[in-house]
C-alpha cells in the first residue's frame, strides 16, 4: 500500500485573470470567500445558465425609487441567497445595505466557518 497525500485544495481568482509568471491567478482562502460573495452579490436571477435561480437581484436597486421598505426586503433577499447558496462557508453576523446616486453598496459581517474568522467587507456595485 501506498500511503496518499493530502490533496491541496487550489482556488481561481476572480475575475479570472492571470498571474505575473502568465498562469491562471489564484486565491488565498479568504479572498476565495471574498470573491464568491462579491459573485453572489451581483448576479441577478436568470444570468448563470444551469442555475437560474442563483444571485439576488442587487442591482436592482440601482435603478428603483430607493425606500426603507425596498432595502429591508431586498437585505431579507440578500441575506437568504448567501445563506442558501454559501451558508457552509459563511455564517452571516450583520448586513446592511444602502444605495445611493448610482451606487449599491452592501455592509457584510460574517464569520468564515472554516477557520473562525470574523471578516467585516463592503462589496460595491454599479450601475453599468
Known amino acids: ?3 496518499t497525500s493530502p490533496r491541496i ?3 481561481i481568482a476572480f475575475p479570472f ?3 505575473r509568471r502568465g498562469r491562471t491567478a489564484h486565491a488565498r482562502p479568504a479572498e476565495h470567500v471574498h ?3 462579491e459573485q453572489l452579490l451581483f448576479t441577478s436571477p436568470g ?3 444551469m442555475r437560474p435561480d442563483f444571485g439576488c437581484g442587487l442591482l436592482d436597486l440601482v435603478f428603483a425609487p430607493s425606500s426603507p421598505e425596498l ?3 431586498l437585505e431579507l433577499s440578500v441575506q437568504a441567497a448567501l445563506q442558501r447558496w454559501l ?3 459563511v455564517e452571516v453576523v450583520a448586513l446592511d445595505i444602502e444605495s445611493g446616486d448610482d451606487v449599491v453598496r452592501v455592509h457584510l459581517s460574517y464569520v468564515v466557518r472554516a477557520t473562525g474568522a470574523v471578516r467585516e467587507d463592503v462589496f460595491e456595485g454599479r450601475a453599468a
Request: glycine share 4%.
Open 1 to 3: 500500500m501506498t500511503p
Open 9 to 11: 485544495r487550489t482556488d
Open 17 to 19: 485573470r492571470t498571474d
Open 35 to 37: 470573491d464568491l460573495i
Open 47 to 49: 444570468e448563470r445558465v
Open 71 to 73: 432595502v429591508s426586503t
Open 87 to 89: 451558508g457552509d462557508l
